[in-house]
């Protein structure tokens, strides 16, 4: 049987945070309640597809997820488990935002065989956050956190950010510190990127942003402060304990069988990749269409299967296989990439061990130029 890990997306948040272009918006019980019932039809009429698969991770993602009542979670995950094969010890991750889940709710979540806590924090500091606009302060997080840990989570991420406005490197390293200091089994740090249209970049004169010098100073930090701490960065923002690297993201990076289900929520399996639609009545009429087997989809060429093997794999710190690459291509590596490989090797940007090629912690620093090179 192969391996699929499925997303689940929920697109509802109490309200936008000023930098989010996410698919997310906020809703009333009746909305969320049709949404439910729209995504347990998807997950039902998908399953015909995914007869020889078994399912190793489950991710419910957003928006925020844990502003669901608990049973229409535990309605989702009973569909999914009702129409595939989940294995035993299937990671199954929910996101959750501070705030948003009283201990009742994350004691159904393990009830429904959750196992993986995902929390958006951000950052410890109550006017960065309050800027950013998100909901909540960090004495909300502690309590979320220490109601998660009582529930029996034993697997929590936390989500921080850094180039926040009025955030600065002593700042950004008391987050640091706090965090770590709780011991989360993962931690995921994303620079925060100004996306056009969303308040932050409307009306970012009004802020005072971290320099790029600060904000690649905050970058160094991470990686540093968090080695010492005892987390390995597994990928260019993840970083775990041993053994706790997220199995679902990885299968992303890895480029492994995914289904994605509800709005705007993207798939690929066995090289196909499609995406569902990004509006509520277009998402509505896409469903009624996968039950008439409607569904339209478009097979990856060769070209484009090997540039994302590439610039996904690499964002992994063990790097690329290029055993791998012959057996799936019927090419080497250097056959179709030479030039590009041997360029960077010579700056230091990319290193060989073996059978491995992976970015060299200065080429993780300018990782997106070098991605962009590995576009045929
Ligand atoms: S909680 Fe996440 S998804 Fe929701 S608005 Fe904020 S950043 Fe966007």
Known sequence: MKNLSIYIHIPFCVRKCLYCDFLSAPADERKIENYVNLLLREIKEQSIFYGDHKVVSIFLGGGTPSLLPAEETGRILGRIRENYLVEADAEIT??????????????????????????????????????IGRIHSYGDFLKTYTMAREAGFRNINIDLMSGLPGQDLNSYRRTLERVAALSPEHISAYSLILEEGTPLYVNQSSYIFPTEDEDREMYALTGKYLAEAGYRRYEISNYARDGFACRHNQVYWRRGDYAGFGLGASSMVENVRWKNPEGHA???????????????????????????????????????????????????????????????????????????????????????????????
């Not at 060769?302 to 590439?310: C, G, I, L, Y």
């Open 94 to 131: 929910i996101e959750c935002n501070p705030g948003t889940v009283t201990a009742e709710k994350l004691k159904n979540y393990i009830t429904y065989g959750i196992n993986r806590l995902s929390i958006g924090l951000q950052s410890t500091e109550d006017e960065e956050l309050a800027r």
């Open 282 to 376: 277009a998402y509505a009429a896409y469903v009624e269409d996968v039950a008439a087997g409607a569904e339209e989809v478009t097979p990856l060429t060769v070209r484009e299967q090997m540039e994302e093997f590439m610039f996904l794999g690499l964002r992994l710190t063990e790097g690329v296989d290029m055993g791998e690459f012959q057996r799936l291509f019927g090419k080497s590596m250097e056959e179709v990439y030479g030039k590009t490989i041997l360029e960077f090797e010579a700056q230091g940007l990319l290193v060989r061990a073996g059978e491995r090629l992976a970015l060299t912690p200065r080429g993780i620093d300018v990782s997106n130029v070098i991605f962009a090179e590995f576009l045929i």
